[in-house]
């Protein structure tokens, strides 16, 4: 129990100093000072400032994926009405996150440092499963293409939509935007929500989801 305790401390503390100070600045000496342990306490758990950002950074994005998991799963709810509330809730993920800011804003998917390889997959995994979900909603629309071009649209939705909010990240996260632009983007959101449904009516072979339940 106190070594779980113990490395529960030094990630509380890695967290808040990698948020204010970036990777770079951050020292395995300075973890160990704010956490009241020797720097050799740290060895016994992490070996290296490098592994500690990596297990946080893989801790962020789990919880991230199992929140957006719960939404995108509930079959309550029109699958439009879960993806206008996923890419809201995505957001609001990424601007409470700690670690895996900082890895945005330092470049960490799009740099080949070794270092980060680790935080590469875990963001790589991620994306991967997302455009996974995107899919599954263009899948979900009512049509008459054969299989095969249902496909290809689905994979285009799914690529557009990521590089939208791979570019929306940037402007919020890196540039510090997101407060600014909050309200805009929800407006978005509701604008790709919407033509998506009047895509879906236009294919409509039969269904009686009313409107309402975009809102």
């Given at each position: 129990m106190n070594k779980v305790k113990t490395s529960e401390v030094i990630q509380k503390v890695a967290v808040d100093l990698f948020r204010r100070f970036g990777f770079e600045k951050t020292s395995m000496e300075e973890i160990a000072r704010k956490a009241h342990k020797a720097k050799r306490s740290l060895y016994n758990h992490f070996n290296s400032k490098e592994e500690i950002f990596?297990?946080?950074?893989?801790?962020?994005?789990?919880?991230?994926?199992?929140?957006?998991?719960?939404?995108?799963?509930?079959?309550?709810?029109?699958?439009?009405?879960?993806?206008?509330?996923?890419?809201?809730?995505?957001?609001?993920?990424?601007?409470?996150?700690?670690?895996?800011?900082?890895?945005?804003?330092?470049?960490?998917?799009?740099?080949?440092?070794?270092?980060?390889?680790?935080?590469?997959?875990?963001?790589?995994?991620?994306?991967?499963?997302?455009?996974?979900?995107f899919q599954r909603v263009w899948h979900a629309k009512p049509t008459l293409d054969t299989p095969e071009v249902v496909e290809q649209q689905a994979t285009a939705f799914a690529d557009m939509l990521q590089v939208v909010l791979n570019g929306l990240s940037h402007s919020f996260f890196v540039e510090n935007k997101y407060e600014q632009y909050r309200s805009s983007y929800e407006m978005l959101v509701n604008l790709i929500v919407n033509s998506v449904f009047e895509s879906f009516q236009h294919q409509t072979l039969h269904t009686d989801e009313p409107n309402a339940l975009l809102q």
């Open positions: 990596s297990e946080l950074v893989r801790q962020e994005m789990d919880v991230m994926r199992e929140r957006l998991d719960a939404v995108v799963s509930d079959g309550k709810q029109f699958v439009l009405t879960r993806l206008r509330q996923y890419l809201l809730l995505r957001m609001e993920l990424l601007a409470e996150a700690g670690t895996l800011l900082v890895a945005i804003r330092g470049g960490m998917l799009d740099t080949s440092d070794y270092r980060f390889g680790e935080v590469k997959q875990s963001m790589d995994g991620f994306a991967q499963w997302e455009h996974e979900v």
